[in-house]
């Protein structure tokens, strides 16, 4: 892991391709939403991922309702990301492709595959970042670990929490 982002903080300038075309810039809002959810996935590989992505679009009302849109981001190349998210019936915008430096640029946690089953290339382990109408990192998540990643119902209503009563941007005073 190359840094730590720290909540407050802007998101690095990034962009990846996003499936059915264009690109994705992590942390601008792609709809009629002011606030913004990335959610870092590992990719087709892992079915932790896929019940979470699942998961993802089940709560994604929620996430609207707090004024709250959500984009999913793998390193998967075109290919893959389309049919897992196919399969899935992910109507969120999902972007391909990340690189190993974008995953350091985001503090993420980067694996390599343990067989050329999972996949054949690095990944990064799961992470989400809620970048509010400031373009400030509101809150952060990173694990190295398939099994840790936030309630998404859970995380709807605390940034509905949050937006409903100007609670303000915690864990400033990171080191």
């Known amino acids: ?3 730590k982002l720290k909540s407050g903080k802007r998101l690095p300038e990034i962009s990846v391709a996003r499936l059915g075309g264009g690109d994705l810039t992590l942390g ?3 709809d009629d ?9 590992r990719g087709k590989h892992c079915p932790i991922c896929k019940t979470y992505l699942a998961e993802l679009e ?4 929620e996430f ?26 992910v109507t969120v915008p999902v972007g391909y492709g990340l690189t190993v430096e974008q995953m350091q640029m985001l503090g993420l946690y980067v694996s390599e595959p343990r067989s050329e089953k999972e996949t054949d290339r690095p990944f990064a382990e799961p992470g ?3 970048i509010n109408a400031d373009g400030l990192l509101q809150v952060v998540d990173v694990s190295n670990a398939p099994f840790a990643r936030p309630d998404l119902a859970g995380l709807a209503k605390g940034l509905k929490f949050i937006r409903e ?11």
């Open 64 to 89: 609207a309702k707090a004024g709250v849109g959500i984009v999913a981001v793998s390193s998967d190349p075109e290919d893959r990301a389309r049919s897992f998210t196919d399969e899935i019936g």
């Open 33 to 41: 939403h002011d606030w913004q959810m990335v959610v870092i996935y």
């Open 1 to 3: 892991m190359a840094s």
């Open 128 to 130: 989400v970042f809620v």
């Open 28 to 30: 601008k809002p792609v």
């Open 165 to 175: 009563n100007d609670y303000p941007i915690r864990g400033r005073m990171a080191a």
């Open 58 to 61: 089940r709560t994604a009302p």
